[in-house]
C-alpha cells in the first residue's frame, strides 16, 4: 500500500491499521534522513503549507514547521492572538484568504471539538488536525505508538495505560484509537470525576489507583492536568491529585518488571510525574519529541502525494 485511506488527516477514528503501518515506514525513511548532517530533502518544494494555530503549542507547532522545512516545503504561520480573528472573522473566512494566496495544505490547532473535520468539508484544501480541543490529536499518538515500537519492538500484545485526566484529553482519545488498531491493549487511571462515564465502550480497562495500574502495564502514559479546559473543580487541590496519581520513583520501585514511561507534554514536574522519573532512564518523553519530526513529515509526505486523488 503507497496512499492513504484518507486525503485529510482529521483523527485515528478512521484511519486504519495499514494506513497507520504505511505512516510508521515512511517515518522511518525520515528518521533516517533526520540522523544525517543535511536533514533536508526536496520532496515538497512545490507544496506551501499554513499552520493556523487557534491555541497555545510548543512542541506540535515547531514540529510541523520543522517537519515542513525539512521537506522544503514553503511555509507560513498564522497565530489567532494576531490575527484578525478578533475583529470578528470566520474561520472558514480566514482559512479561505490564506488559501487565495496559494496554500495548498492547513495544519491547524483548534479549541472546538470537530473544527477540522468542519473545515475539510469547507474549503479546497488538505487538512490536518494538530489537536481540536478535547477531541482527537492524532499526529500526537501517532509520534506515542511510534516511539513504543521503537522501544518496544512492536505494539501487538503490549499493555499501555493512560494516567491522568482522561475526559479532556484529546491525546487520551487518539492514543485509545491507534494502539488498538496495532493491537495493544490499553487502559486509563485516574480519579473517576476525569474518566468519561462510557470508557469502557471502547474497549479500555479502567483503573483507579495507580499502583494497580503499574502492576498491569508495559508502558505508562503520564497525562498533564487540563486546568484550561477545566469549568468546575474535579479533585479537592493538584496537591491531593498528585498525592494519589502523580507518577514517583517509589512506585516504579514496587514492580518487578521494567515499565516505560511516556509524556506528550508539557510536563508538570512533581505534579502528573517526579523529576526523578521524568529525566530517569525509563523516560522516553524528549525521544517522542524527536519522533514527533519524521512522523509529521511522514503524514505531510503521504498526503501532498495524493492531493488529487
Ligand atoms: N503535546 C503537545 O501537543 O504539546 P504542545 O501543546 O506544546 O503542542
Given at each position: 500500500?503507497?496512499?492513504?485511506?484518507?486525503?485529510?488527516?482529521?483523527?485515528?477514528?478512521?484511519?486504519?491499521?495499514?494506513?497507520?503501518?504505511?505512516?510508521?515506514?515512511?517515518?522511518?525513511?525520515?528518521?533516517?534522513?533526520?540522523?544525517?548532517?543535511?536533514?533536508?530533502?526536496?520532496?515538497?518544494?512545490?507544496?506551501?503549507?499554513?499552520?493556523?494555530?487557534?491555541?497555545?503549542?510548543?512542541?506540535?507547532?515547531?514540529?510541523?514547521?520543522?517537519?515542513?522545512?525539512?521537506?522544503?516545503?514553503?511555509?507560513?504561520?498564522?497565530?489567532?492572538?494576531?490575527?484578525?480573528?478578533?475583529?470578528?472573522?470566520?474561520?472558514?473566512?480566514?482559512?479561505?484568504?490564506?488559501?487565495?494566496?496559494?496554500?495548498?495544505?492547513?495544519?491547524?490547532?483548534?479549541?472546538?471539538p470537530g473544527a477540522a473535520l468542519f473545515l475539510s468539508k469547507n474549503v479546497d484544501a488538505q487538512i490536518i488536525n494538530a489537536?481540536?480541543?478535547?477531541?482527537?490529536?492524532?499526529?500526537?499518538?501517532?509520534?506515542?505508538?511510534?516511539?513504543?515500537?521503537?522501544?518496544?519492538?512492536?505494539?501487538?500484545?503490549?499493555?499501555?495505560?493512560?494516567v491522568g485526566d482522561i475526559l479532556h484529553s484529546r491525546v487520551a482519545l487518539s492514543n485509545i484509537y491507534c494502539l488498538q488498531?496495532?493491537?495493544?491493549?490499553?487502559?486509563?487511571?485516574?480519579?473517576?470525576?476525569?474518566?468519561?462515564?462510557?470508557?469502557?465502550?471502547?474497549?479500555?480497562?479502567?483503573?483507579?489507583?495507580?499502583?494497580?495500574?503499574?502492576?498491569?502495564?508495559?508502558?505508562?502514559?503520564?497525562?498533564?492536568?487540563?486546568?484550561?479546559?477545566?469549568?468546575?473543580?474535579?479533585?479537592?487541590?493538584?496537591?491531593?491529585?498528585?498525592?494519589?496519581?502523580?507518577?514517583?520513583?517509589?512506585?516504579?520501585?514496587?514492580?518487578?518488571?521494567?515499565?516505560?514511561?511516556?509524556?506528550p507534554g508539557p510536563i508538570n514536574r512533581g505534579v502528573e510525574i517526579s523529576s526523578e522519573v521524568a529525566d530517569s532512564e525509563?523516560?522516553?518523553?524528549?525521544?517522542?519529541?524527536?519522533?514527533?519530526?519524521?512522523?509529521?513529515?511522514?503524514?505531510?509526505?503521504?498526503?501532498?502525494?495524493?492531493?488529487?486523488?
Open positions: 500500500m503507497t496512499r492513504l485511506s484518507s486525503n485529510h488527516l482529521l483523527g485515528l477514528k478512521n484511519l486504519t491499521a495499514e494506513d497507520v503501518q504505511l505512516i510508521f515506514e515512511t517515518a522511518d525513511n525520515f528518521k533516517a534522513v533526520l540522523n544525517r548532517p543535511i536533514k533536508k530533502v526536496p520532496s515538497l518544494r512545490d507544496i506551501t503549507i499554513a499552520n493556523v494555530f487557534f491555541e497555545n503549542s510548543t512542541r506540535t507547532k515547531i514540529s510541523f514547521e520543522l517537519a515542513e522545512k525539512r521537506l522544503s516545503a514553503d511555509v507560513v504561520n498564522f497565530s489567532s492572538s494576531s490575527s484578525s480573528v478578533s475583529k470578528g472573522e470566520t474561520l472558514i473566512d480566514t482559512v479561505n484568504n490564506i488559501l487565495s494566496m496559494k496554500v495548498d495544505m492547513v495544519v491547524m490547532r483548534h479549541p472546538a489537536g481540536d480541543g478535547t477531541h482527537e490529536h492524532p499526529t500526537q499518538a501517532l509520534l506515542d505508538a511510534y516511539s513504543i515500537r521503537e522501544k518496544l519492538g512492536s505494539l501487538e500484545g503490549k499493555k499501555v495505560v493512560i488498531k496495532l493491537g495493544a491493549h490499553v487502559a486509563v487511571c485516574g480519579p473517576p470525576t476525569l474518566i468519561p462515564k462510557h470508557i469502557a465502550a471502547l474497549g479500555v480497562q479502567v483503573f483507579y489507583k495507580l499502583q494497580d495500574a503499574l502492576d498491569w502495564c508495559d508502558v505508562a502514559n503520564m497525562l498533564r492536568i487540563q486546568m484550561e479546559r477545566q469549568e468546575t473543580k474535579y479533585f479537592p487541590s493538584l496537591r491531593e491529585y498528585s498525592m494519589q496519581y502523580g507518577l514517583t520513583m517509589e512506585h516504579i520501585n514496587k514492580l518487578s518488571k521494567e515499565i516505560t514511561v511516556m509524556h525509563q523516560s522516553i518523553i524528549l525521544n517522542q519529541v524527536e519522533n514527533g519530526v519524521a512522523i509529521r513529515m511522514a503524514v505531510l509526505y503521504l498526503l501532498a502525494g495524493q492531493k488529487e486523488g
